[in-house]
């Protein structure tokens, strides 16, 4: 869980922020942040790396969904 990023998107303007597990604590107490996804960075920024554009794209939008 340590290797783990937390996504939150705004509720009001959709501004993207990814935190640490010790900082997700705090933002999940907040009604403002959504989280959205949790991932391995290292898993998804390979994978983002080595993707088509097309792919990238998929990826980036499937995270943030």
């Known amino acids: 869980m340590r290797d783990c990023a937390f996504i939150y998107v705004h509720a009001w303007n959709g501004i993207v922020r990814v ?3 010790h900082t997700a604590k705090h933002v999940d107490q907040s009604p403002e942040w959504k989280h959205v996804a949790t991932i391995n960075p290292h898993v998804v920024l390979e994978s983002i790396l080595r993707a088509t554009i097309k792919e990238r794209n ?3 939008k499937h995270l943030l969904t």
């Open 19 to 21: 935190e640490s597990l």
């Open 58 to 60: 998929l990826i980036i």
